[in-house]
């Protein structure tokens, strides 16, 4: 190749990599080549995977789909497609019909592309998603197409799907979202019809309207809000029961008793035909709460929903042994096929898949999500092992003792449910700040009643309703949830799962900021570094016939080359000698892959050139000569060094905290810019580092990925795990970062910053306004409407500014 | 002005109506996906 073409190939792969994958929109990794041909126009993808989806999407006649949609894809994963486990959907009981929750859909043509590949399957009779629930319903013909066919169809164009299973999937949630519209909904229209009686009172001024006029609008009014009162305000009610019941008042007592002492106060003032009615402050009162509960609830049930699915891409499955628990000879299969008495394999990082007892093997489990016990315990041949325990060393053989394998089941339920509740410590702050807010409150409209009843008896109750209304607790009760709602939703979108309440409080006090390296700074596999060819054949030529001598091998390095490869060649009688490397025929020649003694074999003569240092080199070569030489090394993720600068230009202490030796460390740690790098940590001596820097002081946030990183996740003050890590991490952590990328954990810094500094700005704002509305409604200075706009406005100001956290910079 | 005695009440007993109504499309599902149906009404799938 001359040096003009490979400089023109230099500057396209270069405009390549700035442009992103077509696909997903991801950055294309340094050397690969991957594309398909979208409308008749050569696109760049990042990765086989999203080529592959690409294709089949284009060759399904769905190329419009990349017309018409208005956000980028999810990364597709090319073994997705391939994964044995999708078999045990098939006798999961689902027959002819069924519903399936489907990840990774991004925007409305998601939902078009979906309908129509799933349509062209042989079998498949109807096909509808549901958007808003990202849940698909299909009916299809049971003699020609099952369900695993339909799950590895969405697979192969980038969605991955499984079976829906109420129980695992907050139904409870989605019934209580269905609920919560309504109250909406009731409540919203009772607040627009009872402005409209309300607003010609207000507007016509003293006495130029009769008293039968007055007396009917507020008639009318008091019926209208009778539904918002009794409908839609049941939660506060309900909610203020359980808190006084339990002696432990949160945000509902206070919000009750505004809406009740409002509604009552209206009430009798109707009656007794003296003094004003606040109708339309009371419905509106409900609608704004209702508001922002609703928000909230959507954003709990979308998390809920990431993480479920997170957890339960495949079917629950296990290992279970034929014959000899020696030979470990295991075939997969779903885990409620287990029978009492069957052996089963656990690897570890895998949950029991049911109760059992050890027959071999000794390790320590992780009952975490079971009893809350976060201490790993020693369990030895013959101990009993719940299902659900996570197996946190090695691998074990369980002899199962019950098939109560809805214990895994719960172990997930518990998970699930735990994402999104709770509250933060500034939440129950808030509540707290409320509460004696209320009581103050109280006491204030006695003092307010009492002194009016000496100056001017006729205006005393008015004055008292009037202090009760304008201050209700609204602006200070939506201050908090909402800003934490909004917050939680856009990171969700941001691909970041933000599972304990603390969460975003606590990254924001971080001081430093601690990675692991293996996985979470770097892609945690080899990736092809440099091809050096050394014979005729270019590089890339090199790289497709190594490609096609690797096609069916699953060791990490082969898999490296074939992600490398833009399409392999066919290679014919492909054998491999363990340890050494492969050799096949491909287009007529004969080829050997592997060690560079393996090479010499049939190329003659010494390996030349020197191989990088922490690089490992596969050498290619034929009858004829060496051919290439590929260095595989683990890669830093691209995005990394972007995101330590943005994490120090937040004034956070990077660290660099690994298992790895110290020089490795100390490697990548000096390309990211951090200057403290930490090597050959074993697990506890990471987590007895990280407790050094908390005494010290530091609060201490951890980014990690693996197994043995679980234990310093959870004793880190706040924690996030890699969403392609290992499950265990993801229990111990606060929150995940779903896709294979680094970049949104520098997002969640910005979205945590803003959402406390908006939090701030509401709670701030709600106590200025208070302090000016109360002494001016206890000096009998506001008109009702005054009040009722007074208390609106401020609820919408409120509101309004957590919802600027949805919204993209 | 006295025909709003008559008009308020009617007024009431239409919010009631549109209650009734919401509360019958909520329950056959209308409200499920608030989203998805507004863009499938523009993807043409004649080709």
Same mark, same amino acid.
């Given at each position: 190749?001359?040096?003009?073409?490979?400089?023109?190939?230099?500057?396209?792969?270069?405009?390549?990599?700035?442009?992103?994958?077509?696909?997903?929109?991801?950055?294309?990794?340094?050397?690969?080549?991957?594309?398909?041909?979208?409308?008749?126009?050569?696109?760049?993808?990042?990765?086989?995977?999203?080529?592959?989806?690409?294709?089949?999407?284009?060759?399904?006649?769905?190329?419009?789909?990349?017309?018409?949609?208005?956000?980028?894809?999810?990364?597709?994963?090319?073994?997705?497609?391939?994964?044995?486990?999708?078999?045990?959907?098939?006798?999961?009981?689902?027959?002819?019909?069924?519903?399936?929750?489907?990840?990774?859909?991004?925007?409305?043509?998601?939902?078009?592309?979906?309908?129509?590949?799933?349509?062209?399957?042989?079998?498949?009779?109807?096909?509808?998603?549901?958007?808003?629930?990202?849940?698909?319903?299909?009916?299809?013909?049971?003699?020609?197409?099952?369900?695993?066919?339909?799950?590895?169809?969405?697979?192969?164009?980038?969605?991955?799907?499984?079976?829906?299973?109420?129980?695992?999937?907050?139904?409870?949630?989605?019934?209580?979202?269905?609920?919560?519209?309504?109250?909406?909904?009731?409540?919203?229209?009772?607040?627009?019809?009872?402005?409209?009686?309300?607003?010609?009172?207000?507007?016509?001024?003293?006495?130029?309207?009769?008293?039968?006029?007055?007396?009917?609008?507020?008639?009318?009014?008091?019926?209208?809000?009778?539904?918002?009162?009794?409908?839609?305000?049941?939660?506060?009610?309900?909610?203020?029961?359980?808190?006084?019941?339990?002696?432990?008042?949160?945000?509902?007592?206070?919000?009750?008793?505004?809406?009740?002492?409002?509604?009552?106060?209206?009430?009798?003032?109707?009656?007794?035909?003296?003094?004003?009615?606040?109708?339309?402050?009371?419905?509106?009162?409900?609608?704004?709460?209702?508001?922002?509960?609703?928000?909230?609830?959507?954003?709990?049930?979308?998390?809920?929903?990431?993480?479920?699915?997170?957890?339960?891409?495949?079917?629950?499955?296990?290992?279970?042994?034929?014959?000899?628990?020696?030979?470990?000879?295991?075939?997969?299969?779903?885990?409620?096929?287990?029978?009492?008495?069957?052996?089963?394999?656990?690897?570890?990082?895998?949950?029991?898949?049911?109760?059992?007892?050890?027959?071999?093997?000794?390790?320590?489990?992780?009952?975490?999500?079971?009893?809350?016990?976060?201490?790993?315990?020693?369990?030895?041949?013959?101990?009993?092992?719940?299902?659900?325990?996570?197996?946190?060393?090695?691998?074990?053989?369980?002899?199962?003792?019950?098939?109560?394998?809805?214990?895994?089941?719960?172990?997930?339920?518990?998970?699930?449910?735990?994402?999104?509740?709770?509250?933060?410590?500034?939440?129950?702050?808030?509540?707290?700040?409320?509460?004696?807010?209320?009581?103050?409150?109280?006491?204030?409209?006695?003092?307010?009643?009492?002194?009016?009843?000496?100056?001017?008896?006729?205006?005393?109750?008015?004055?008292?309703?009037?202090?009760?209304?304008?201050?209700?607790?609204?602006?200070?009760?939506?201050?908090?949830?909402?800003?934490?709602?909004?917050?939680?939703?856009?990171?969700?979108?941001?691909?970041?799962?933000?599972?304990?309440?603390?969460?975003?409080?606590?990254?924001?006090?971080?001081?430093?900021?601690?990675?692991?390296?293996?996985?979470?700074?770097?892609?945690?596999?080899?990736?092809?570094?440099?091809?050096?060819?050394?014979?005729?054949?270019?590089?890339?030529?090199?790289?497709?016939?190594?490609?096609?001598?690797?096609?069916?091998?699953?060791?990490?390095?082969?898999?490296?080359?074939?992600?490398?490869?833009?399409?392999?060649?066919?290679?014919?009688?492909?054998?491999?000698?363990?340890?050494?490397?492969?050799?096949?025929?491909?287009?007529?020649?004969?080829?050997?892959?592997?060690?560079?003694?393996?090479?010499?074999?049939?190329?003659?003569?010494?390996?030349?050139?020197?191989?990088?240092?922490?690089?490992?080199?596969?050498?290619?070569?034929?009858?004829?000569?060496?051919?290439?030489?590929?260095?595989?090394?683990?890669?830093?993720?691209?995005?990394?060094?972007?995101?330590?600068?943005?994490?120090?230009?937040?004034?956070?202490?990077?660290?660099?905290?690994?298992?790895?030796?110290?020089?490795?460390?100390?490697?990548?740690?000096?390309?990211?810019?951090?200057?403290?790098?930490?090597?050959?940590?074993?697990?506890?001596?990471?987590?007895?580092?990280?407790?050094?820097?908390?005494?010290?002081?530091?609060?201490?946030?951890?980014?990690?990925?693996?197994?043995?990183?679980?234990?310093?996740?959870?004793?880190?003050?706040?924690?996030?795990?890699?969403?392609?890590?290992?499950?265990?991490?993801?229990?111990?952590?606060?929150?995940?970062?779903?896709?294979?990328?680094?970049?949104?954990?520098?997002?969640?810094?910005?979205?945590?910053?803003?959402?406390?500094?908006?939090?701030?700005?509401?709670?701030?704002?709600?106590?200025?306004?208070?302090?000016?509305?109360?002494?001016?409604?206890?000096?009998?200075?506001?008109?009702?409407?005054?009040?009722?706009?007074?208390?609106?406005?401020?609820?919408?100001?409120?509101?309004?500014?957590?919802?600027?956290?949805?919204?993209?910079? | 002005?006295?025909?709003?005695?008559?008009?308020?009440?009617?007024?009431?007993? @239409?919010? #009631?109506? $549109?209650?009734? =109504?919401?509360?019958?499309?909520?329950?056959?599902?209308?409200?499920?996906? @608030?989203? #998805?149906? $507004?863009?499938? =009404?523009?993807?043409?799938?004649?080709?």
């Amino acid at each position: 190749m001359s040096a003009v073409v490979e400089q023109a190939a230099r500057a396209a792969a270069a405009a390549r990599q700035a442009q992103g994958c077509f696909h997903c929109g991801l950055p294309i990794p340094a050397g690969s080549c991957w594309q398909a041909t979208i409308e008749g126009g050569v696109q760049p993808m990042c990765c086989p995977g999203c080529a592959a989806a690409a294709q089949a999407i284009v060759d399904g006649g769905c190329a419009d789909y990349y017309a018409t949609r208005t956000a980028y894809a999810a990364q597709a994963d090319l073994d997705a497609a391939r994964a044995p486990e999708l078999d045990l959907v098939d006798g999961a009981g689902m027959d002819g019909e069924g519903s399936f929750s489907v990840e990774g859909i991004r925007c409305a043509a998601c939902v078009w592309l979906i309908e129509r590949q799933l349509l062209r399957v042989p079998g498949v009779l109807d096909a509808s998603l549901n958007l808003a629930t990202e849940r698909l319903y299909v009916r299809w013909d049971q003699g020609e197409c099952r369900p695993s066919s339909i799950l590895r169809t969405l697979r192969t164009i980038g969605y991955s799907a499984y079976p829906y299973d109420a129980r695992r999937h907050g139904e409870q949630l989605e019934r209580a979202r269905k609920k919560l519209f309504r109250q909406l909904f009731v409540a919203g229209l009772s607040m627009m019809q009872v402005m409209m009686y309300a607003m010609p009172v207000y507007l016509a001024g003293d006495g130029a309207m009769d008293a039968g006029m007055t007396a009917l609008m507020q008639w009318a009014s008091l019926f209208l809000t009778l539904p918002a009162l009794l409908y839609s305000a049941q939660p506060f009610f309900v909610g203020a029961w359980r808190d006084i019941r339990r002696g432990a008042p949160g945000m509902d007592v206070p919000v009750a008793l505004g809406i009740g002492a409002a509604f009552g106060g209206s009430l009798a003032a109707l009656l007794s035909g003296e003094g004003d009615v606040y109708f339309d402050s009371v419905t509106m009162f409900v609608f704004l709460l209702l508001g922002s509960r609703y928000l909230e609830l959507g954003a709990r049930r979308k998390a809920a929903g990431a993480l479920e699915r997170l957890q339960q891409g495949l079917p629950a499955s296990a290992l279970r042994l034929r014959g000899d628990p020696l030979a470990r000879d295991a075939e997969l299969i779903a885990a409620s096929m287990l029978e009492v008495d069957d052996l089963v394999l656990v690897k570890a990082g895998q949950a029991a898949p049911a109760d059992g007892v050890i027959v071999e093997g000794e390790t320590e489990v992780d009952l975490a999500l079971l009893t809350g016990e976060s201490r790993t315990q020693r369990r030895t041949a013959g101990d009993a092992v719940p299902g659900g325990a996570v197996n946190a060393a090695q691998a074990i053989v369980l002899r199962v003792t019950s098939t109560a394998n809805d214990s895994t089941l719960a172990m997930l339920v518990r998970l699930v449910e735990r994402a999104g509740q709770g509250k933060p410590a500034l939440a129950l702050w808030a509540d707290r700040v409320a509460l004696w807010f209320v009581l103050a409150l109280l006491g204030l409209t006695v003092i307010a009643y009492l002194a009016w009843l000496q100056v001017d008896p006729g205006r005393a109750w008015e004055v008292a309703i009037s202090v009760l209304v304008v201050s209700c607790p609204c602006a200070l009760s939506l201050a908090t949830p909402t800003a934490l709602a909004a917050a939680t939703d856009r990171l969700l979108r941001r691909g970041v799962l933000v599972v304990q309440p603390h969460t975003l409080e606590t990254f924001d006090r971080a001081t430093h900021i601690v990675f692991d390296k293996t996985g979470t700074l770097t892609y945690g596999r080899p990736l092809v570094r440099q091809t050096v060819a050394v014979g005729q054949l270019s590089g890339a030529e090199c790289l497709r016939i190594a490609a096609a001598l690797e096609a069916d091998n699953p060791h990490p390095l082969a898999s490296a080359i074939r992600d490398a490869a833009d399409g392999a060649r066919h290679a014919k009688r492909v054998r491999s000698t363990v340890g050494l490397g492969v050799e096949g025929w491909v287009d007529g020649r004969g080829y050997r892959l592997g060690s560079a003694a393996w090479v010499a074999g049939v190329a003659g003569g010494v390996a030349r050139a020197a191989v990088p240092a922490g690089t490992t080199p596969v050498w290619l070569g034929s009858a004829d000569g060496w051919l290439a030489r590929f260095d595989l090394a683990d890669g830093l993720r691209l995005e990394a060094a972007d995101v330590v600068q943005r994490l120090r230009a937040a004034g956070k202490t990077v660290v660099l905290l690994s298992g790895d030796e110290q020089q490795a460390a100390q490697a990548v740690a000096a390309q990211l810019g951090i200057s403290t790098a930490i090597g050959g940590k074993l697990p506890d001596e990471k987590l007895a580092f990280v407790r050094r820097l908390q005494q010290e002081g530091a609060v201490v946030a951890m980014v990690g990925d693996g197994i043995n990183d679980a234990a310093v996740l959870r004793g880190a003050d706040v924690s996030f795990a890699m969403g392609r890590g290992a499950e265990l991490a993801q229990l111990h952590a606060d929150g995940v970062l779903m896709g294979d990328d680094l970049a949104p954990l520098a997002d969640a810094l910005d979205t945590a910053r803003r959402t406390l500094s908006v939090i701030r700005q509401n709670l701030a704002w709600a106590v200025v306004y208070n302090l000016a509305a109360i002494p001016a409604a206890a000096a009998g200075l506001l008109n009702p409407w005054m009040a009722g706009i007074g208390m609106a406005a401020s609820s919408a100001l409120v509101v309004l500014n957590a919802l600027r956290l949805r919204r993209d910079r | 002005m006295e025909a709003l005695y008559i008009l308020v009440p009617l007024s009431v007993v @239409l919010v #009631g109506l $549109a209650l009734w =109504v919401f509360f019958g499309a909520a329950d056959s599902g209308q409200f499920d996906d @608030l989203e #998805g149906p $507004a863009y499938r =009404v523009l993807q043409d799938d004649d080709r």
